[in-house]
């Protein structure tokens, strides 16, 4: 299966997106399809040899939403020198045209710019600049415009599109209002034309006001476009229900124009252009509101973009060349001098700085580098200049990842949200029936009151607009998973973070989760003809084809004590005890309890100190010599100085914590002892660790899984929520559902705070959404009315409706106050 | 939506508005002032409901239009270069306000009293006026509505056009002499004489023991607004 991320224009409402999500749906080889309103972007899962992506842009094409055609062309505005007239030009074109990748290309001769789109993976930038310069032309500054620049604009032009609408709208329809009301008010006399007195001059003012509603209908159009288009293919939206409500006042009115030019003078009584434009004004209002917030809540994702540096100096025939940040290639050795961001990842070659990670991981303590050491995109070289190879660039870059991760998280949908997608396709009709009833049964109530019952029909519409619904979840999804991503904690969808508020029971794993992982030699304790350096150097020796970190802890121990190692004849490992060798012809076994058990090597004699070592939380192995015990090598791994305070945390958010390891009991205990565990699973085997985790959920529990993700695989994919900690590898993307980027336990806490407040936020999002609508709507039928009470005026309506919309931004974004719990310790 | 698809929505929906204004404006024969244009013509069809009470008044250089019971006129100038007195005004009997405590000499200026007669009105203008046609009652209406516009006025819920006398004083008719089109009932009041109580309160007139004329609350127009104030009311149903 394919995936594809596709740009979707024309979306108004949460029923837009649930109806292309059908559309699509529907088509046979597409296995999933999912909108995100709040970034207008369709995510498609399909089989190519069942559907054409082509197919599914035009299915979407169909319904009236456009797909915007990305390009993976990249734009760049090359200045040139030297033309003199437009045969230059035209040559310059032609010459760029012939080179295989360049997709199109325009030389303006009066500004003496060249916008070339050309495709990065087949032309290099420097190509195109050689043929420029081999026909004897000069290229200058080149700028090149990102997917963040183009979007950032398309954005701003979207912003500004709309406010200039909702100004247009504003500056007639406010005149309009003052003219339709100002005779109305009482106690208050307000300055008004004569020639325009409703009762003198009937026929002028109904004119006025139609010539003054016009420009405002005029600017609103899309509402009509979209909103009878979608009536009419009998999936209404929230244009619909503003085209239907404000027709209907337009059309009444019109009709009474007539009738006063008929001699009615009466009908003046009876015109609703007022309603008709103040309400597009209002609903203008909400949506330029809307692209200002949304624009803001995917601040966390252009953020991440605009880190990237454009340039990278690279070593050309041992000059050092700047070059565009796509021309870099992998094994490319680059140069970063001090202040300047890591362009592209790789391992250091050359040279000794600290690098500042904290863009990325949210660590504020820069990190030493050396040869060898690994430095990702973005991060700022701080003290010294250094050189490294490039190892990964563009979509594989450690930040590409984490971008391409956040965007597919925001875009996925949380089961919350797929609730309010159902009940908003049903919304919309349901309401155009209740405006139905309700004017119809109003119309015969009051004995044929047709102004009256038209009033209840329009407010209806209008205060029943499902505007709000479809961003209540996702910009609060948006917003958070924004803020995990500037926190170092990347939660790969809306899914996950609707589980992760759930959960009420997380396992460790211990060794590199609760401890560092890095295990060293505590203790040497010999029992045979071996003195300890003896026994050492065998364990070591037996061990230096251990992939184990208890067995690296061993040969590093020998290492640092200047021990030679002795050449190893055979050797095996043995999951979840130990290993077995043969060295000089005697038979070797290094490991834990089980081992000895298995291979009947009896341990009486060293009981007691291995009773004592596990009691002070080391982890006694066991060295065997042809089947006698030679003695004990004790392995502590130190815990993590955040690990105790992760625990208190989860505890106080009322979460159980248990550990999970193949160390023995003793050891295990000890360990739980001092960070303040609940439960211990010891002597776990690993390829039985996702048993223990199904275990737990067996007892109705919801479990999170905390491990690194390489090793932990399986157990983190069978938690309810797998979180992979202090590794950015592809696999702990993979089978994690949250990835921590730094080694910090306490991120743990912060991501199941964060989801908490997120998932409150999306409930506090659709009581706003929904609110309005719930108490609008019987209100603008007339219940209240019945009884004596008052009616809801269109106007007030529309009121209410952009004011609903902007309720759900402003509280998503609350979320981006989020702090976490570490961070605010260090403020205070 | 394409530029050009744009375009011709714009192109189309500006012949709508165009042919909708190009209707209207037929349908009013190019005079958008509906309520001038039937004031006419309902005007007209009062005089000629009661032609026996219409005649020329020399002495105030106008029209009357007498009121079946014969104590209240309404007087409209043929030319108001003319006027002895008032370009338009009601000329009333007294005694029922001298009845009820009138004391004319406390009368405002507006007022003058003669002869048992009290006659209340206001000056428009000074102009003589041309006719195209023949000078007739209708025609010298006709002039008020073509020069002097401000002083007509159409009320909605009583369905009746109105010369203003100056002071809260009026004379009205009905828009239709059969119903009222607001609501469709029928017109019973097809011809109005309105007084303003205060200047006759305030010069004695106990409303209370005014004979002959109806005191209460109606909705008058007063900046766009409609307001409730009490008038002297003699209404007449003609037809």
Not at chain 1, 7 to 31: H, N, Y
Not at chain 1, 284 to 292: N, P, T
Not at chain 2, 133 to 162: C, F, W
């Amino acid at each position: 299966m394919d995936k594809q991320i596709l740009d979707v224009r024309g979306m108004t409402c949460a029923a837009c997106a649930q109806r292309i999500e059908k559309i699509v749906g529907k088509l046979p080889g597409v296995g999933q399809a999912s909108v995100n309103l709040a970034s207008e972007k369709l995510f498609v899962e399909y089989n190519p040899d069942t559907v054409a992506l082509n197919d599914i842009k035009k299915a979407v094409d169909k319904i009236g939403y456009e797909v915007v055609e990305k390009s993976d062309a990249q734009n760049v505005t090359i200045p040139i020198g030297g033309m003199t007239c437009a045969a230059c030009a035209q040559r310059i074109e032609k010459v760029v045209r012939k080179l295989e990748g360049v997709e199109s290309v325009n030389v303006n001769l009066a500004t003496e710019k060249a916008t070339i789109a050309y495709h990065p993976q087949t032309v290099r930038l420097s190509a195109i600049r050689e043929a420029i310069e081999k026909i004897g032309y000069q290229v200058l500054n080149v700028t090149k415009e990102n997917a963040a620049d183009e979007d950032r604009a398309r954005k701003q032009k979207q912003i500004r599109t709309l406010w200039t609408k909702f100004i247009v709208s504003a500056i007639f329809s406010l005149p309009l209002l003052y003219i339709a009301m100002a005779p109305m008010i009482k106690g208050v006399s307000l300055p008004f034309p004569a020639g325009l007195n409703p009762m003198n001059f009937p026929l002028i003012y109904a004119l006025v006001e139609l010539m003054m509603v016009l420009p405002v209908i005029g600017v609103g159009y899309r509402f009509y476009t979209v909103g009878f288009k979608a009536l009419w293919q009998r999936s209404p939206n929230m244009d619909s229900l503003i085209a239907i409500g404000t027709t209907a006042a337009f059309s009444y009115s019109l009709y009474n124009v007539f009738q006063i030019a008929a001699g009615h003078f009466s009908a003046v009584d009876s015109l609703y252009f007022e309603t008709a434009g103040v309400i597009i004004t209002l609903i203008l209002l909400g949506k330029s509101l809307e692209a200002v917030s949304k624009g803001r809540t995917s601040e966390a994702i252009k953020k991440l973009m605009g880190l990237a540096p454009k340039t990278a100096i690279v070593l050309q025939n041992g000059d050092e060349k700047e070059i565009p940040i796509d021309e870099v290639e992998i094994g490319d050795i680059v140069v970063v001098k001090p202040g300047s961001s890591i362009p592209v990842d790789g391992t250091v070659i050359e040279g000794h700085t600290s690098i500042d990670e904290s863009m990325l991981t949210g660590e504020s303590m820069p990190v030493d580098k050396k040869a060898g050491d690994m430095v990702y995109t973005a991060s700022l070289n701080t003290t010294g200049t250094v050189r490294f190879r490039a190892e990964k660039v563009g979509s594989d870059t450690a930040l590409a990842q984490i971008i391409k991760l956040v965007e597919d998280a925001q875009g996925s949908k949380a089961p919350i949200a797929q609730l309010a997608d159902i009940v908003s396709g049903y919304f919309v009709p349901v309401v155009v029936a209740i405006a139905m009833i309700a004017g119809i049964a109003w119309f015969f109530g009051t004995g044929g009151d047709l102004k009256f019952a038209l009033t209840i029909f329009i407010s209806v519409l209008v205060i029943a607009c499902p505007c709000a619904l479809g961003l209540a979840t996702p910009t609060a999804i948006m917003v958070g998973t924004g803020k995990g991503a500037e926190n170092g904690i990347l939660i790969k969808g809306g899914e996950a973070l609707e589980t992760t508020h759930k959960i009420n029971t997380i396992v460790f794993d211990k060794t590199g989760t609760i401890t560092e992982g890095k295990p060293t030699v505590t203790d040497v304790i010999p029992m045979g003809t071996q003195d300890a350096d003896g026994l050492l150097r065998l364990a070591a020796s037996a061990e230096k084809a251990s992939e184990h970190p208890l067995g690296q802890a061993i040969v590093n121990g020998a290492q640092a004590k200047g021990l030679e190692l002795l050449a190893v004849e055979g050797f095996q490992s043995i999951t979840g005890q130990g290993i077995e060798a043969t060295i000089g012809g005697q038979r070797i076994l290094a490991g834990n309890r089980k081992l000895m058990e298995e291979k009947k090597i009896s341990l009486a004699s060293g009981e007691v100190d291995s009773d004592r070592l596990a009691g002070e939380g080391k982890t006694p192995m066991y060295v065997a010599v042809d089947g006698q015990l030679s003695g004990i090598v004790a392995v502590a791994d130190v815990v993590k100085k955040s690990s105790r305070a992760a625990i208190e945390s989860l505890h106080a958010l009322g979460i159980e914590v248990a550990m999970i390891t193949g160390d023995n009991r003793k050891t295990a205990d000890a360990i739980a002892r001092q960070v303040g565990i609940d439960r211990v699973l010891a002597e776990v085997l690993p390829q039985d660790k996702a048993n223990e985790v199904k275990k737990l959920q067996a007892e109705g529990r919801k479990v999170a899984m905390v491990g690194d993700g390489i090793n932990d695989a399986p157990a983190l994919a069978q938690a309810d929520v797998g979180i992979a900690i202090g590794s950015g590898t592809d696999v702990a993307m993979e089978s994690a559902d949250i990835v921590l980027m730094r080694s910090d336990l306490r991120d743990v806490p912060t991501a199941i705070d964060l989801s908490k407040r997120t998932i409150r936020n999306i409930k506090q999002n659709l009581f706003w959404a929904f609110g309005y609508n719930v108490i609008g709507i019987p209100i603008a039928a007339g219940v209240l009315h019945l009884f004596g009470g008052p009616l809801l005026n269109p106007i007030f309506a529309a009121a209410a409706m952009s004011l609903s919309s902007v309720s759900v931004l402003t509280n998503a974004l609350r979320l981006k106050r989020f702090k976490a719990k570490t961070q605010e310790g260090k403020e205070n | 939506m394409k530029k050009n698809t744009k375009i011709l929505f714009a192109a189309g929906a500006a012949v709508v508005v165009i042919a909708l204004l190009v209707v209207v404006f037929q349908m009013v024969g190019g005079n958008l002032d509906v309520v001038g244009k039937q004031s006419v013509a309902s005007f007209d069809a009062v005089l000629q409901a009661i032609p026996d009470q219409i005649t020329a008044d020399d002495t105030n250089g106008g029209w009357s239009l007498l009121a079946p019971d014969g104590t209240v006129r309404f007087i409209w100038s043929k030319d108001y270069s003319k006027s002895p007195l008032h370009d338009v005004m009601l000329e009333l009997d007294a005694k029922p306000f001298v009845d009820a405590g009138l004391d004319t000499t406390k009368l405002p200026s507006n007022y003058a009293s003669f002869d048992g007669m009290l006659m209340v009105g206001t000056k428009l203008g000074n102009e003589e006026f041309k006719y195209s046609d023949a000078m007739t009652p209708l025609s010298s209406y006709e002039q008020i509505v073509k020069n002097y516009r401000a002083s007509i006025n159409y009320h909605t819920a009583l369905d009746h056009y109105g010369v203003k006398l100056g002071d809260g004083n009026m004379f009205e008719w009905a828009k239709d002499m059969t119903k009222i089109s607001a609501t469709g009932k029928d017109q019973d009041k097809d011809i109005v004489f309105v007084l303003n109580p205060e200047p006759l309160i305030a010069a004695g007139v106990d409303p209370a023991k005014v004979v002959g004329w109806v005191y209460a609350q109606v909705p008058v127009e007063e900046n766009g607004k409609t307001i409730q104030v009490y008038k002297f009311l003699k209404p007449f149903n003609i037809v």
